[in-house]
C-alpha cells in the first residue's frame, strides 16, 4: 500500500477512483489551498451532537443490543448557526461531520482512506477522531468526527473550517465480500 | 478463494430515525430474519418503502444499497452480500435468501 501524493488525488478525483463532494477548491475554509503533499483538508459541517448531561444509563459494550438505537437519545442535535461559532470547552466531546461527501468505489485501483488531524489544531488540545480512522473502500458519505478538547482553554470551532486531512491509500487487489459458506466448519487454515 | 466482481443490489432492510440530519439508522436481519445489526448509513444509500418523516420511534420497511456477486452459496440458495458499513454488533458481511435483493 502507497500514500498518494497531491498530484495523485488530484489524478484520482479527475479518474473518479475517488470522490470528494463538493470537490476542493482553494476558498473559505481552505487557506490558499485544501492540499497538503500527502492530504487534502475536509470543512467542518455546522450540525453537531452535543451528549445529553445526567443520562442514567450505561452501554453495555458486551451485548452492544439497541446500541444504535439508544445512541440517538442520549445526544442532542444542535447547529452552528451561519457565521457564528462554538466554543467546545476543555475536555468537552461532541461528534461532528465533514462537510464533504467521500467515496471511495470499488473499481479496478481502487483506494482506501483514513482521516488525520491538523497538526495546528492538536497543538490546541483537539483531537477530531479517536478510533478506527479507516475509510474502507465502498465507503460512501460524510465523515463522522469524534472531536474533543483535550487542552486547558475552549477552542473555537467554526462552520467551513479546515478540521481534518484525508489521507488516500491505494489497495492491493479488489475488494469482494467474503464467501461465508466456504469457510464454515474450518478447524485449519488448510480446510 | 475465487475473486468475482461486485454489483450494486438493494436489500431489505428496516430504517429508523439516525443521529444527523443526512443518515437513518439501518436494521438488518440474518438469515433466519433476526436482527443481524444496526448501522448509521447516509440518506441517499436507503430508500425508504413509503416516504415518511421519521419521528425518534418510528421504523419503516426500506432497501439499503449492498454490493453482491450474485453467487449462491452451493445448496443453500443464499447469497453474500457486503453491507454500506460494518454493523454495531456484528460484521459487515453476510448471507441472505436472494429475494431480499433486487436491483433498484
Known sequence: MAVLSNTEIIRALDEGRLVIEPRPEPGPGHDGTPFDSISVDLRLAPEIYVPIDGMNIAFDAGKKIGVGKTLRTVYKTDTIPHGQTKALEPCEFILGRTMETIKLPVVENCLAARIEGRSSLARQGLIVHFTAPTIHTDFSGQITLEMINLGKIPIILTPGMGICQLIVETVVGTPTQARVSQFQNQRTPAG | ?104
Do not use: H
Open chain 2, 1 to 104: 478463494m475465487q475473486t468475482l466482481p461486485t454489483e450494486t443490489a438493494w436489500m431489505k432492510c428496516k430504517v429508523l430515525k439516525g443521529m444527523f440530519s443526512t443518515e437513518y439508522l439501518v436494521v438488518v436481519n440474518d438469515r433466519n430474519d433476526n436482527e443481524y445489526g444496526e448501522m448509521f448509513v447516509d440518506k441517499f444509500l436507503v430508500k425508504l418503502d413509503q416516504e415518511k418523516d421519521l419521528g425518534m420511534d418510528d421504523s419503516v420497511p426500506g432497501r439499503v444499497r449492498v454490493r453482491t456477486t450474485w453467487q449462491k452459496s452451493e445448496g443453500s440458495g443464499l447469497i453474500s452480500v457486503m453491507l454500506p458499513a460494518s454493523t454495531i454488533q456484528n460484521g459487515r458481511y453476510l448471507e441472505v435468501p436472494e429475494n431480499w435483493l433486487t436491483n433498484s
